[in-house]
């Protein structure tokens, strides 16, 4: 198995079913993969906050989810985190894929970029780095599994090392 | 598209809320939004099926999204001011393409930020948010015209035919109550309400 369907693997062996996401390059063959089973349910939300509102409502009601989103999509959400997520104990499994970083083209991308690990600290959020596949199975599914033993977020950050990062980024950096 | 917001009755939020909670009959989850929305939904009386939010403004409507996702058999309902709603707006083209047919969104729409000072909200100048969700793709949208009209549409299952999305016109009243501001607490009593609780050994 490649690294995306090990980590789909990891979210079924942990009856994570619901998927709400905002697209990314990076994400795209994990989402290939959710939308094409029927075991998930999908949820394309329009902004990352409305997919960390809709995966805390789903929790609550029973079924557990992760928000996918990219580096800039989890600048949009340090308030739901703050003022919902951490308040009220939500196991949100977030999934960033990693721009920003070893090989970026975009100014934008790699100035965002160093908001994310400064503001997981800031709220005390546990985050992990995945960089190779040979570990990620443990990091994974043992992060899953403390989250909703713990009710607290963790995020898990999907690097350029692991993914090989944006495929639309090589053709672009050439200068 | 009319000018029907300007035409219709305007109504309380308190008084109309506390009437929404007494034409419950299935256990429905209510999720109100931060604010007036949250408070009166306290003042008309705790149930163990209602979600008081305290801060993420705009996600009400994404929360009740995931409950109903989650539990398709029971009704639920969204109440959410203009102010927040506005702030969101995304999540009713979200929505409309989810289907769900068990969620009721109520707009509690004063055109204000009431509890900021009163500044005027897009609704308050010229956005119609009943064709904001017409065109985001909540068919079922509509203006509540008066209290008797409000009544009639609560009289249905809150379980089938949505999404639905009613906006009411409402005066510029504060909300009744305070809810108890313990976050832990009300999701945890939440979860016991919608039958998903895990520390059923300690209620004892």
Known sequence: MNWSETFLAILKDNDVRLVSYVPDNVLTPLLKGVTSDNY????????????????????????????MMQTSGFALIANALASLVLPYQIPAIMVISERGT?????????????????????????????????????????????????????????????????????????? | MSNERLTVKTLNRTALTKLLVQRLKADEAVIAGIGNANFDLFAAGHRPQNFYMLGSM??????????ALAQPERGVIALEGDGSILMGLGCL??????????????????GIYQITGKQQTATGGVTDIVAVARGAGILASEW?????????????????????LL???????????????DPALIRSRFMKGLGT???AALEA
């Open chain 2, 93 to 110: 083209a979200t929505i409309a393409n989810m289907k769900p047919r068990n969620l009721t969104i109520v707009i509690w729409d004063n």
């Open chain 2, 167 to 181: 906006a009411v016109k409402i005066d510029d009243t504060p909300g009744a109550g305070q809810t108890p501001r």
């Open chain 2, 144 to 164: 509540v015209r008066d209290e008797a009209h409000f009544e009639r549409l609560l009289d249905r299952r809150f379980e089938d035919d949505g999404p639905i």
């Open chain 2, 197 to 199: 609780g895990r520390g």
């Open chain 1, 40 to 67: 998930f349910l999908s949820l394309c939300a329009t902004r990352e906050d409305e997919a960390i509102g809709a995966v805390t409502g789903a929790y609550m009601a029973g079924l557990r989810g992760a928000v």
């Open chain 1, 102 to 175: 070893m090989g970026e083209f975009n100014i934008g991308q790699s100035l965002v970029a160093r908001t994310m690990r400064p503001t997981l600290d800031a709220l005390g959020i546990t985050h992990h780095t995945l960089a190779d596949a040979t570990t990620m199975r443990f990091v994974v599914d043992s992060s899953i599994k403390q989250a909703f033993s713990t009710q607290a977020p963790v995020a898990l950050i999907l690097s350029p090392l692991l993914t090989g990062g944006n495929p639309a980024a090589h053709a672009k950096l050439k200068v």
């Open chain 2, 58 to 67: 705009g996600l009400a409507c994404p929360i009740a999204l995931g409950v």
